[in-house]
């Protein structure tokens, strides 16, 4: 399986995902130069965290445009796996991959910390790592993280199993004071309706060996691999 990582000015977590795809699990990685527009060799996308073109305008606003999120377009559709950490997230929202927009955090402060979110869904290779219900503790940095949405797009999203995380004590009970952002219904991350796109604030690729802190990250790329092995 061969993984590309979207590189932009201002990506700052591209080589974190590459030492886990490569340097970990030993999957050919490809660095991907925002101007490229040939994405025909990879089997796996990741747009990765960071400040992307520096955030003018907005986060992930001028990304979009880049020939390599256009090529992206074009690979999610033909049903190549992508993944969007944090900025790449916010980026995947702009270009109409994932529904919904990230925005400022409520309190209008960049938060920096370790957060639980559990695990609300399977429709995805991206979690296929995973048991239904588990909670994961994960480093999150982000200034625009609030997840929003309208009240239908709210409704299709959790009445289709797109909502894939949620934050949660670290019990998995439930409760908003565990939300760092305001994201609503709790929102950490989503799938589209196919599964084969993802988004997520929280950092997979930051808890993905001990010497971080933790691996509870690491099963988001081990799982995909499994599904593929098995679907391929």
Same mark, same amino acid.
Do not use: C
């Given at each position: 399986m061969k993984f590309g990582v979207i590189v932009f000015p201002g990506s700052n977590c591209d080589r974190d995902v590459r030492w886990v795809t490569e340097g970990i699990l030993q999957q050919p990685t490809r660095m991907v130069w925002h101007q490229e527009s040939d994405l025909s060799d990879l089997d796996a996308i990741v747009v990765p965290g960071g400040f992307s073109y520096g955030d003018y305008l907005r986060c992930g606003?001028?990304?979009?445009?880049?020939?390599?999120?256009?090529?992206?377009?074009?690979?999610?559709?033909?049903g190549k796996l992508v993944l969007g950490i944090c900025n790449g997230f916010q980026i995947l929202t702009e270009i109409g991959l994932l529904p919904g927009a990230l925005t400022r955090n409520q309190n209008l402060h960049f938060v920096c910390d370790r957060v639980n979110i559990q695990l609300e869904g399977?429709?995805?290779?991206?979690?296929? !790592?995973?048991?239904? @219900?588990?909670?994961?503790?994960?480093?999150? *940095?982000?200034?625009?993280?609030?997840?929003?949405? +309208?009240?239908?797009?709210?409704?299709?999203?959790?009445?289709?199993?797109?909502?894939?995380?949620?934050?949660?004590?670290?019990?998995?009970?439930?409760?908003?004071?565990?939300?760092p952002n305001g994201s609503l219904n709790d929102i950490a991350g989503i799938c589209?309706?196919? !599964?084969?796109?993802? @988004?997520?604030?929280?950092?997979?690729?930051? *808890?993905?060996?001990?010497?971080?802190?933790?691996? +509870?990250?690491?099963?988001?790329?081990e799982g995909v691999l499994k599904a593929l092995a098995i679907t391929g």
């Open positions: 606003a001028i990304a979009q445009f880049s020939p390599a999120m256009q090529a992206t377009v074009e690979a999610a559709k033909a399977n429709g995805s290779p991206w979690v296929k !790592g995973y048991k239904p @219900g588990t909670v994961l503790t994960l480093p999150i *940095a982000h200034g625009e993280g609030r997840y929003q949405a +309208d009240e239908e797009t709210l409704k299709a999203l959790e009445g289709s199993g797109q909502v894939l995380f949620r934050y949660v004590p670290g019990d998995g009970s439930g409760g908003n004071w565990t939300n589209n309706r196919s !599964g084969n796109v993802v @988004g997520m604030m929280p950092h997979p690729e930051r *808890a993905a060996e001990t010497a971080t802190g933790g691996t +509870d990250g690491l099963a988001m790329f």
